[in-house]
């Protein structure tokens, strides 16, 4: 991996963290807004980079996981604030990610606007696919105690 350049931002209360290392600049970016009935409700805005890396730390006694349709994907929630941090697929013993940089409050993404997006017509298939093609490499980084 070449140059990186980093962006951070955590959930309203600061038990889920980001640091996204990306290999160009916010500006450049592709920022998404799924259509789906989860991430309008939540007011997604999600960005991803295959060539770059994201590490989640989180505070795992307040970490919400919640699956639903094609149970391809594992959206993280906050327990205690109830933000929508984004979404992982576990595959292979690897794990990619979409960061919310909306709801993590990434200062870089403040005035992005996001594409629309529709994946309804996937199968589950093509959907793993397309995450683990298009999506970051993710380290999921659980921490008992927090400072």
Not at 6 to 28: M, N, S, V
């Amino acid at each position: 991996m070449g140059e990186t350049l980093t962006y951070r931002g955590q959930c309203h209360c600061g038990a889920i963290r980001l640091t996204l290392e990306l290999t160009k600049p916010a500006e450049e970016i592709d920022v998404r807004a799924c259509q789906c009935g989860f991430c309008v409700r939540h007011g997604g805005m999600t960005v991803s980079d295959p060539n770059g890396k994201a590490f989640f730390d989180i505070d795992r006694r307040r970490l919400d996981g919640y699956r639903f349709a094609t149970k391809s994907g594992t959206v993280l929630v906050c327990r205690t604030c109830g933000v929508y941090a984004g979404m992982i697929l576990e595959a292979e013993g690897r794990v990619w990610s979409v960061a919310n940089v909306r709801g993590l409050a990434v200062p870089e993404f403040r005035n992005a606007k996001p594409r629309a997006v529709v994946y309804d017509e996937e199968t589950r298939e093509q959907r793993i696919a397309r995450r683990s093609r298009m999506w970051t490499p993710t380290e999921i980084r659980l921490h008992d105690a927090w400072p």
